[in-house]
Each structure stands twice: as C-alpha cells, then as structure tokens.
C-alpha cells in the first residue's frame, strides 16, 4: 500500500525504489526490509547481479517505515538509528499513522519530529519529491 501512495518513480533515471519485499544486507551483517527504499542508480549498479537477487549487502539512499498498529514506536525508533550508522543512508521516514507524526532522521542530525504536517519532502535526497500525507493518515 505505501509504495502505491507514495507514488514515486524512476523517471529522472537517478535511482531505484523498492517496496518491503526487497531486503537488504547491513555493514553489521543486519537484514533488513524498509516498508519503501531508494537507491542512487550507480550505488545499485555497483553490485553483482547475485548480490542484487538477494539480500543485497547496501543500505538504500533513503528509507520508510510505517507503524502498522502492533509496532512498537521504539523498536521502530531502533531500527531507524540502526539505518542511520550505515555508509550510504542520507534520509529516513518513520510514519506513525495513528499519532500523526512523521520522524525524519538524517545521519549525524538530530531526529525531527513532524505533528501532523500535510506534506513531506525528499529535501536534497529526493529532488521534487513530496508525499502528501492525507493520503496516508
């Protein structure tokens, strides 16, 4: 569902996106399956065609996790910190739905923590991209 409301695409050619059936492999050997995922074209590119078939061992450019109803915020909060310690995460979302808040977290900043905003953007990461949050909430 997220990876339809988010709407994006591989038009400009700059990236891939991923939705949570794609895992990938930690620089602490962690799997991990982010609920949506991008990554700079040339970063994928830099694997093998076996790497890419499985866990691919990269962190994606940018991550998104949706609390679903029987997450707990900080578990989710972890596994965000966690995404943040790794070579190549330049942004990640977590949505808590029911709260209506959106977490931002970037490598070496502070998280931020949104209220119920309208809308989200990519900022630098993501140029053009905005997730409108109607949709979600």
């Not at 569902?1 to 891939?16: A, H, I, Q, R, V």
């Not at 093998?48 to 997450?71: N, W």
């Not at 943040?84 to 970037?106: A, C, H, S």
């Amino acid at each position: 569902m997220l990876e339809e409301t988010m709407n994006w695409s591989d038009e400009d050619g700059t990236g891939l996106a991923f939705s949570s059936s794609t895992g990938f492999t930690l620089s602490t050997g962690a799997k991990k399956s982010p609920d949506a995922a991008w990554i700079k074209l040339e970063r994928w590119q830099s694997l093998s065609q076996e790497q890419k078939e499985k866990f691919a061992p990269i962190c994606p450019d940018f991550v998104v996790e949706l609390m679903s109803p029987s997450d707990n915020l900080k578990t989710l909060q972890a596994k965000m910190t966690e995404y943040m310690q790794e070579p190549g995460i330049k942004l990640g979302w977590l949505i808590d739905r029911k709260g209506r808040k959106v977490y931002i977290y970037r490598p070496g900043i502070s998280t931020k923590c949104l209220e119920n905003p309208e809308s989200v953007s990519g900022e630098a990461v993501l140029p053009g991209f905005v997730l409108k949050m109607s949709k979600i909430w």
